[in-house]
């Protein structure tokens, strides 16, 4: 079954009314706004290396697609977050097999 196919009434009991996304906007434009996923894309391209990382902010970012809007979410994917997050993994497992 696909969203396109479901009524306005089932995609509200399912908690896809898009209440949420209504009332948050990808916050990509706002420079000030530490938690716009391009703020979060620029950290993954600015990382060189894996000992460079801030647990902290990769622990926020998890935290953040867990429970952010799917707006925030697909903006952080087109703005290039998911290649950085998996250049990452993959400059840790190089560490981690040799």
């Known amino acids: 079954m696909s ?28 420079k000030g706004d ?3 996923p391009q703020d979060f894309v ?3 391209q600015e990382i060189r290396k894996p000992a460079d ?7 926020k970012l998890r935290v953040l697609l867990r429970n952010e809007s799917i707006m925030w979410i697909d903006a952080f994917i087109q703005q290039g977050g ?11 497992l190089k560490i981690e097999w040799r």
């Open 3 to 30: 969203l396109k196919n479901l009524s306005s009434s089932s995609l509200h009991n399912l908690g896809f009314d898009g209440a949420r996304e209504s009332k948050e906007q990808p916050s990509s434009s706002s």
């Open 34 to 36: 530490p938690r716009s």
């Open 42 to 44: 620029d950290y993954l």
């Open 53 to 59: 990382v801030e647990v902290g902010k990769v622990h």
């Open 82 to 92: 998911l290649a950085g997050l998996l250049e990452l993994l993959y400059s840790v």
